[in-house]
């Protein structure tokens, strides 16, 4: 019988961080759009001034942050992946970019965690998106124990800081870095597994002679960490990447701007809306992102 | 020290030459300049004293009048003025905070200098600051931007009562606002007033009345003029 192992979601890492961070540091301030804002309610009551709920208002949410950056405070935004990035986009172009100040923006929901509702509730371009923008740093942790490092370093700073948490997460915690992290060395070519897409890029590739990096930062990319171990293997790099297919892959060109390589770019769909429910796991074979799809590919692309 | 109509003046002639009647019709100019000369706590000494008042030009268009008034109150050299849309200018048809000494938000896409402003509001009030105001400027055309909308029912609930929004109304929103804006402020819990937009005395009564615990909306009727697109 295997042992039961009961995880705890990234959403209530976040959500324990933030009532901690709000008691201790009177600098940061949570505003949050309706999602989520049940589990600050007592929070919310300690810290009316600083722990706001706006309602479904996810514009003013944004706009606000910016203000709230204005006065020095640690604006943290936080609400539905399409809520946070893709609706009130504008919003963090001007209040956010173009104020020349910062935010947290915390979104729960990865690319399709919830497949009942469909596309509505799905923001595969939200990196993608915010690479428009510039001086975002863009973290996906892929286990819950990520999370927490990732967030306080985020609220120590001033500057703009995209958390995408998700419910889908990879089995073994990778200590925070910057960099991308070596989990194996080979010589056929450099896979780069982005957030929780981990453990089925490590099963993907147990028979391939081949890099395996990992990133729980995407943004900066690690220009210099991939030239590192592209220039000691074979220049085959593969991005597998939780979002978008091919949004690190303009990153992968400028890294290896002088060095002959081929790139296989792997994520969520960019030819078609996918228009169906089921599973997280019918989804992932539906993008080609699951162990399987990998394998054949990263396979097929490596000869 | 007041600021005389022939400084203003000549001032908006280093940016638009020498037509008379343009300063004129800026929309925003009385307001500004009341603003400036008699009621923001501000000043080149100030400007980044956490307690001052904020004001946020959030209509963005048309600056004219905000700039010739920072000149005229030494926010920076009038010299700077005849630079004005030239490369290398900090000073562009829409303002930039980065850039222009004394102005608090860069805007020109509207709708979001009062949810910037909300922001602010909850900020000092966060740090209990209770002397600063924060004043924002939008235009009736702007007031269609949904953003706004959302930011004026938070301010409401939240009694946001340092916040002042000035609403210049020259009836340019395409669609009109049947009623007038004060009552939509109004329904969302703010104390509104509308007053003549080219009158002195009626704006600054209005710019410091005392709030009753409410935000406060000062909807300021200008009279539209041909070639007023400033």
Known sequence: ?303 | MQTTEETLQGFFGRMLGDNKHLWAAASTMDTIWVLYDRVLNVSPETIDDPDRDRFYLSKGHGPMAYYAMLAAKGFFDPAMLDTWLQLGSPLGMHPDHTLVPGVEISSGSLGHGIPLAVGTAIGLRAEGRRKPRVVVLIGDGEFDEGSNHEAISIAGRLGLDRLTVVAIDNSSASLGWPGGMAKRFEMEGWQASTVDGNDHAELYEALTRESDGRPQAVVAKVRPKEGSAV
């Open chain 1, 1 to 303: 019988m295997t042992a039961q192992v009961t995880r705890t979601l990234m959403r209530t890492v976040f959500i324990d961080t933030m009532i901690d961070a709000v008691a201790t540091d009177s600098r940061v301030a949570l505003v949050t759009a309706d999602i989520s804002s049940w589990s600050f309610d007592d929070l919310r009551a300690e810290y009316p001034e600083r722990v706001i709920n706006v309602g479904i208002r996810e514009q003013a949410m944004i706009g606000i942050a910016g203000g709230l950056a204005l006065t020095g405070h640690r604006p943290v935004a936080h609400t539905y992946t399409p809520f946070l990035i893709e609706r009130p986009f504008e919003q963090i172009k001007i209040c956010l970019n173009h104020q020349d100040v910062g935010a947290v923006l915390v979104s729960i929901g990865g690319s399709y965690d919830d497949l009942p509702r469909g596309r509505t509730h799905q923001a595969p371009g939200d990196v993608a998106l915010l690479d428009t923008l510039p001086g975002w740093t863009v973290h996906v942790p892929g286990h819950e124990d990520e999370v927490e490092p990732l967030l306080r370093k985020a609220l120590a700073g001033d500057d703009r800081v995209y958390l995408r948490l998700s419910d889908k997460v990879h089995s073994e915690p990778v200590p925070l870095s910057g960099e991308f992290t070596v989990l194996r060395q080979g010589g056929a070519g450099v896979v780069v597994a982005v957030g929780p897409v981990l453990d089925d890029v490590l099963a993907a590739t147990a028979a391939l002679d081949v890099t395996v990096l990992y990133a729980s930062t995407i943004r900066p990319f690690d220009r210099a960490g991939l030239r590192r171990a592209a220039g000691a293997a074979r220049a085959n790099v593969v991005l597998v990447e939780p979002y978008l297919r091919g949004t690190s892959a303009p990153e992968v060109a400028e890294a290896l701007a002088d060095v002959p390589h081929r790139l296989l770019a792997l994520g969520t769909r960019r030819d078609q809306e996918v228009r169906a429910y089921g599973k997280a796991a019918d989804h992932d074979r539906l993008h080609g992102i699951d162990a399987e799809s990998l394998a054949g590919s990263i396979s097929e692309f490596l000869g």
